[in-house]
């Protein structure tokens, strides 16, 4: 094994003070909080990147600089494995280690270390393409992340200012580039093309939908969406509105999936005229809400379980049309916060998984299937065909016209998604070209199965690692006997469900609850709050007002 350049490293690393202040914690979404204080995560992101590439040969490694979602001074970082997956989870142990190292010495130390305990040859060569999405404090990071891979003399590729879907898509086909296995061209106009040309052929011989209002957060994906008409022509027409990346303090500002999924109304900058549809893509793109006004003008969402049903229940259909439906099991994946009617409905349909939050639980759920469905709540989520699936569907010989175009469009199918996680644009397309084939509006698609209302609440407190989860976190274990108490509570509300678990990203406990109305929902998710708040002993001077 050839050395470390412990001197270089160090050196570069000096110039990137971990503040003394601060702890860092790897998360479901990797490292986020204020951009500013990320300095020295970045250049150590880019050392461990590195690392990571040279663990597994030299394959490459993506990095995503963005905060999604979250308001616009947050930033953040996380990694993506070769296959263009989130990073495997004992590698966040080492991340959060590398992160917290408190000077310079110290992180040359756990370096060495994880070379040592991870055996990693540091004679092979590192790969790293990296993106950043709109945000203010991007380009500084991404100099640190830079100095981080130059330090220890990785190869890396910028690939600019660009949504996270678009980085996964650029992993997984750099990786299987003149491979059997070959997901598309590594380009971003590889990107374009790829899904573009899927949606065009699923809507071929379709009426024209409606050209399809989407609502960018003002972040990145409008960057994307503009692309995207010059490849979508004639065929399908979107118009963008909050595709502002320029104006300070916009981005995600009351506009977005997460705006629209939290509030469960409309961003103020949109007026939707009766009848009309249109969807909500978060800051760096890879989450979508859909929604639509009925004949009275009134709002509607259609959230990730709606795209979910819509979704599994139209492959379903392809793959029993094309007489594959012994060979090919579709299922789909959930978390606690899916909605109790969308699991009632699919459960009567389809395998149903819950499994933990966080994308990783998911789509590596979505895996064990031969089609797995997944989608959060909130709009992330995608579809994974299994290789055998795959390889059945564009073998399989049809014995007739209307099993060939069946198949066809299983293929197009396959093409239009981003099966290497969320993408919202990807996933706007293929919503749309399931809306197409069955013909139906908003109405219909809502109709589906009629949301319990629910209500999710934010409840800060000292340590939100006392609260434990089991069951895929629909109960608590710890603190001791709170679960019982929000089992009392939920018994007194008909059609009552509300679970209690600690944020992934946020230092903060969530609870969430639903019920057979509005009024009832928001009373059973303050009162659990409320309990929460107080076993947290919580100053009762700041006891949030609405916490009953
Ligand atoms: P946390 O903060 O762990 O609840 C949130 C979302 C997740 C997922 C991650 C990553 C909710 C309730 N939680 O996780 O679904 O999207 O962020 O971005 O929406
Ligand atoms: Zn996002």
Redesign the pocket.
């Known amino acids: 094994m050839s050395m470390l350049d412990v001197k270089a490293i160090q050196e570069r690393s000096d110039r990137h003070p971990k503040p003394s202040d601060i702890k860092f914690q790897y998360g479901t979404a990797g490292f986020r909080t204020l951009g500013k204080t990320l300095d020295s995560v970045l250049f150590r992101v880019g050392v461990l990147a590195a690392l990571r590439s040279k663990k597994l040969d030299g394959k490459t490694i993506g990095v995503m600089v963005t905060a999604?979602?979250n308001p616009e001074p947050d930033n953040g970082v996380k990694l993506v494995d070769p296959r263009g997956e989130m990073l495997e989870s004992s590698w966040e142990a080492h991340a959060t280690i590398l992160a917290n190292a408190p000077d310079s010495v110290a992180f040359v130390a756990a370096v060495d270390e994880l070379v040592q305990t991870s055996k990693i040859d540091l004679s092979i060569p590192a790969r790293v393409v990296f993106a950043r999405d709109t945000r203010p404090t991007g380009p500084q990071l991404i100099a640190a992340l830079k100095d981080g891979l130059e330090a220890i003399k990785a190869e890396y590729r910028d690939a600019g200012i660009t949504t996270?879907p678009v980085l996964h898509y650029l992993v997984r086909t750099i990786n299987t580039k003149g491979t059997q296995d070959s997901y598309g061209e590594d380009t971003e106009e590889g990107y374009l093309t790829k899904i573009s040309d899927a949606f065009k052929k699923l809507l071929a011989g379709k009426a024209t939908p409606p050209p399809l209002l989407i609502d960018c957060a003002n972040g990145v994906g409008a960057l994307m969406a503009e692309k995207f008409k010059a490849y979508l022509g004639d065929a399908f027409s979107i118009n963008l509105v909050n595709a502002d990346i320029h104006t300070v303090g916009a981005l995600n500002n009351s506009c977005g999936a997460d705006f629209v999924k939290v509030n469960q109304k409309l961003p103020p900058s949109i007026t939707l005229q009766p009848g009309q549809r249109a969807c909500s893509l978060?800051?760096?793109a890879?989450?979508l809400i859909y929604y639509y006004a009925d004949e009275h003008g009134q709002f509607h969402m259609l959230d990730g379980d709606k795209i979910t049903t819509l979704v599994a229940s139209f492959i379903v259909e392809l793959v029993k049309a094309a007489g594959l439906d012994e060979q090919i099991k579709v299922g789909v994946i959930q978390t606690a916060y899916a909605n109790g009617s969308s699991t009632k409905y699919l459960s009567g349909r389809l395998p149903v998984k819950c499994v933990p939050t966080g994308v990783k639980h998911l789509h590596h759920a979505a895996e064990q299937y031969d089609v797995g469905v997944y989608f959060e709540a909130n709009g992330?989520g995608t579809v994974t065909f299994s290789p055998a699936a795959q390889e059945l569907i564009s073998s399989c010989k049809s014995s007739n016209l209307s099993q060939s175009a069946t198949l066809t469009q299983l293929k197009n199918v396959i093409d239009v998604i981003n099966q290497t996680v969320g993408d919202a644009l990807s996933d706007a397309f293929l919503v749309e070209s399931v809306l197409a084939h069955k013909s139906y509006s908003g109405v219909e698609w809502d109709s589906l199965y009629c949301d319990l209302p629910n209500r999710l609440v934010k409840v800060v407190v000292s340590d939100r690692n006392a609260f434990v989860t089991e069951d895929a976190e629909r109960r608590l274990v710890s603190p001791l006997g709170l679960q019982a108490k929000v089992d009392e509570l939920v018994r007194r509300y008909e059609g009552g469900r509300s679970f209690v678990r600690p944020s992934g990203t946020e230092d903060v406990v969530r609870v969430y609850a639903e019920a057979v109305t509005r009024a009832e929902a928001d009373e059973l998710a303050f009162r659990v709050a409320g309990l929460v708040y107080d076993e947290a002993g919580g100053d009762q001077s700041r006891r949030p007002k609405e916490f009953l």
Do not use: I
């Open positions: 999604s979602h996270t978060d800051g760096d890879d989450r992330h």
